[in-house]
């Protein structure tokens, strides 16, 4: 987990509510990512960023949004858009190798 | 399509034998591939990558996996597995040049028993 930092690691969101994710990260990292997780389906990506203010959709992009507004942040939406947002939301940074490297997730239930 | 398979939901596997777990890619180029292990609630923890060299990768906690274009796989392994190595276990692949996407297998659930 290192120098990145999800918040909070249990949300919970209500019917028609949008909720942000946090990911922070002290790596000096250029490259963060957001995957989500579902019981047996893996890590699907859903938003990445190579630098600061840019960002691109990933394979599951509908229903969430993010900023990169600075190179240590960036923060995911979920929006009311979402009907199944129930997950497991992992962050991830790259330097400018190959390797990811994880934050300790944040799990979203909907009351 | 690209893809990373791992076909095997779960392994068992008793203490001190050795393990596998097994990664099937599809991917235009040269492939960039990983393994990562999670532990209940938590990230995804780096375990080794292969990028170009050796086919036999070594990585964290004495593991090791091995690189093979013809079938193109690149298997996990351990020579003596340990309780404390039940986790779930991920490969994945990095596509094409020029991007750093990076797709997932679905996860093996490794259990080691005592």
């Known amino acids: 987990d290192g120098g990145i930092t999800q918040s909070p690691k249990y949300l919970f969101r209500k019917e028609g509510q949008n909720v942000t994710l946090s990911c922070e990260q002290n790596l000096n990292h250029d490259a963060m990512y957001w995957y989500r997780q579902d019981p047996g389906q893996g890590l699907r990506l859903i938003y990445y960023?190579?630098?600061?203010?840019?960002?691109q959709k990933g394979d599951i992009a509908e229903g969430y949004s993010v900023s990169r507004e600075k190179k240590e942040s960036f923060p995911l939406t979920v929006t009311s858009a979402q009907k199944n947002p129930t997950a497991f939301y992992l962050c991830?940074?790259?330097?400018?190798?190959?390797?990811?490297?994880f934050g300790p997730g944040t799990r979203l239930l909907v009351l | 399509a690209q893809s990373v398979a791992q076909p095997e939901d779960q392994v068992n596997v008793a203490e001190g034998n050795p393990l596998t777990v097994k990664c099937t890619y599809s991917v235009s180029g040269n492939p960039y591939l990983f393994w990562y292990v999670q532990y209940p609630n938590r990230g995804l923890q780096f375990l080794l990558k292969y990028i170009t060299g050796d086919n036999l990768v070594k990585g964290s906690y004495g593991f090791e996996a091995e690189f093979n274009k013809s079938q193109t796989s690149f298997h996990l392994k351990k020579p003596s597995a340990l309780v404390s190595d039940s986790a779930l276990y991920f490969c994945?692949?990095?596509?094409?040049?020029?991007?750093?996407?990076?797709?997932f297998g679905t996860g093996t659930r490794l259990k080691v028993l005592a």
């Open positions: 960023s190579q630098i600061v203010n840019d960002f």
């Open positions: 994945a692949v990095r596509l094409g040049s020029g991007t750093y996407k990076y797709i």
């Open positions: 991830a940074t790259r330097l400018s190798g190959e390797t990811q490297y």
